[in-house]
């Protein structure tokens, strides 16, 4: 079966800090990846789509990176407001759209 | 101005049905796949099912794949989650989303709010 996994599951920085989530697929995916952000009681914001490329109105802080089976999601300087729960999802294998199981992130 | 508002959810049985709707509007409807997307109560995302904007297509998660039946009204810009069968590990908030790029399918650019859908006896 497909899966998508992301590593680490939570984590906890302080503001400013250079944060770096993994997500890894099965099976290759080319850079059929996407990131997704859900803060707190609140519907989940595309951030990047294609593996890297930012969507609209996205702060530079986020970027994107990766190929095949393995990817990144990096926010250069962690500010308050980036406390949320953010998750890649494949959409090179249309069934299913898998979601990763998503990441913590604390202050 | 992209909306679009999820309705049709609540309270129901083991076993029951209901039919989730979502009104689009704000953009060409009939261009764009659609999505279903679930949030179990504390827990991630769970994509449900896709169609292609022209219908020709319908993907569906394992774990709804024979009891739930995604559909499209491109006349009315309606998308539906008929929903038959239900569990209790259906519970949860339920989302429809717009598929982007448009006459393909790919990542999700805009969400709804949700519609929370339970099942208890």
């Known amino acids: 079966d497909f899966q998508m996994t992301q590593s680490p599951s939570s984590l906890s920085a302080s503001v400013g800090d250079r944060v770096t989530i993994t997500c890894r697929a099965s099976?290759?995916?080319?850079?059929?990846l996407a990131w997704y952000q859900q803060r707190p009681g609140t519907v989940p914001k595309l951030l990047i789509y294609?593996?890297?490329t930012l969507q609209s109105g996205v702060p530079s802080r986020f970027s994107g990176s990766g190929s095949g089976t393995d990817f990144t999601l990096t926010i250069s300087s962690l500010q308050p407001e980036d406390v949320a729960t953010y998750y890649c999802?494949?959409?090179?294998?249309?069934?299913?759209?898998?979601f990763g199981p998503g990441t913590k992130v604390d202050i | 101005q992209v909306h679009l508002v999820e309705s049709g959810g609540g309270v129901v049985q083991p076993g029951g049905s209901l039919r989730l709707s979502c009104a689009a509007s704000?953009?060409?409807?009939?261009?764009?796949?659609m999505h279903w997307v679930r949030q179990a109560p504390g827990k991630g995302l769970e994509w449900v099912a896709f169609?292609?904007?022209?219908?020709?297509?319908?993907d569906y998660a394992e774990s709804v794949k024979g009891r739930f039946t995604i559909s499209r009204d491109n006349s009315k810009n309606m998308l539906y989650l008929q929903m038959d069968s239900l569990r209790g590990d259906d519970t949860g908030l339920y989302y429809c989303?717009?598929?982007?790029?448009?006459?393909?399918?790919?990542?999700?650019?805009?969400w709804g709010q949700g519609i929370r859908v339970t099942v208890s006896s």
């Open positions: 294609g593996a890297s």
């Open positions: 999802q494949n959409y090179y294998f249309t069934a299913p759209f898998t």
């Open positions: 704000g953009f060409t409807f009939s261009n764009y796949g």
């Open positions: 099976q290759g995916i080319n850079k059929f």
């Open positions: 169609i292609r904007h022209d219908e020709n297509d319908k």
């Open positions: 989303a717009k598929d982007q790029p448009p006459h393909s399918n790919g990542w999700t650019d805009y």
